[in-house]
């Protein structure tokens, strides 16, 4: 079945600072309420009545909360982590986590997906260039979708600046997202912005290992040049190159969590045996443990 794609849901907003963890504190406070209601939320969240349902949808298509029609909204297990350990959203951990889960649903963030994971990491475009290439693919791959090439457009416009930072100085009209910290989109000029690749510096490899984990699959070993190359693997989610990459799989072998091996003149990468079960949770909990 294919999927029933989502665009124009974000109201044009991208998900700003303060959003998300406004949102959890009014569900925590009042779990019985109704927070995404537009004439109650927009009293609890201290935004525009048209603003509320963009924070819904956010926190919805990131699997931050549970929002089933004729049920009360609740916090999913990933939510529920995120409260526990950084109700903020201060860590850059959370918000690589939180693009990872965006980009991984194709359904809800379309664009998301096609940009993170299919296109090539040093890819360069214009707005244009991508709402063809976005278009293209969803037709070429889901022959019912049927096309509305302003919905694209729009959502390309709130995709851009989700990742972009607008320079502004003054904090009280800071309507970026935290997801532009990550520095995984730069503008060039002349309408043109680029693919870059995540900083490596305070970035925890265990992220990387989650997202390697997911992409194999069922399988517990893979070459380590198909690892770089893998769908929907760490250098596809986050831009990398493969001399970072292979820095990644390095520090996570001393760490113990794979072992790479040379076999027949090839690198080739193993899940150990012990990690092969390892979760978001048990991620959480070694992460902020380390941090304290």
């Known amino acids: 079945m294919e999927p029933k794609f989502k665009f124009k849901h974000s109201e044009t907003f991208v998900l700003r600072n303060g959003w998300a963890q406004k949102a959890l504190q009014e569900i925590e406070r009042d779990p019985d309420g109704n927070v995404f209601s ?8 201290g935004v525009g009545s048209n603003m509320v349902p963009s924070i819904k949808y956010w926190l919805s298509s990131a699997g931050i909360i549970c929002d ?3 049920r009360k909204t609740t916090l999913t297990p990933f939510g529920s982590l995120i409260k526990s350990n950084d109700p903020f959203f201060e860590s850059p951990f959370v918000w690589q986590l939180v693009h990872y889960k965006l980009i991984s649903n194709i359904e809800d963030v379309p664009l998301f997906h096609i940009l993170f994971e299919e296109t090539r990491a040093s890819y360069s475009f214009t ?9 293209e693919f969803l037709e070429e791959n889901y022959p ?13 416009m709130v995709l851009i600046r989700s990742y972009i930072q607008s ?13 532009s910290q990550l520095g995984l989109l730069e503008y060039q000029g002349d309408g043109v912005y680029k693919k870059t690749p995540m900083s490596l510096e305070g970035f925890d490899e265990r992220v990387a290992f989650i997202v390697l984990k997911d992409a194999l699959g069922s399988s517990d070993h893979c070459e380590a040049s198909d690892a770089f190359s893998l769908y929907a693997g760490p250098a596809a989610v986050f831009n990398l190159d493969f001399p970072s990459f292979m820095s990644i799989l ?11 091996s040379r076999t027949a003149g090839l ?11 390892y979760s978001v949770s048990d991620l959480f909990r070694d992460h902020y443990k380390g941090s304290l």
Do not use: H
Not at 267 to 277: G, H
């Open 38 to 45: 537009k004439a109650e939320g927009a009293i609890q969240l």
């Open 68 to 70: 089933k029609k004729g």
């Open 127 to 135: 707005r244009a260039d991508f709402d063809q290439k976005a278009s």
């Open 144 to 156: 019912s979708f049927k096309q509305n090439q302003k919905y694209i457009d729009d959502d390309s």
């Open 167 to 179: 320079g502004g100085q003054d904090p009280e009209e800071n309507y970026d997202s935290p997801l």
């Open 250 to 260: 390095t520090s996570l072998n001393n760490q113990g969590f794979l072992t790479l």
């Open 267 to 277: 690198n080739v990468v193993y899940i150990n045996q012990d990690k092969k079960n």
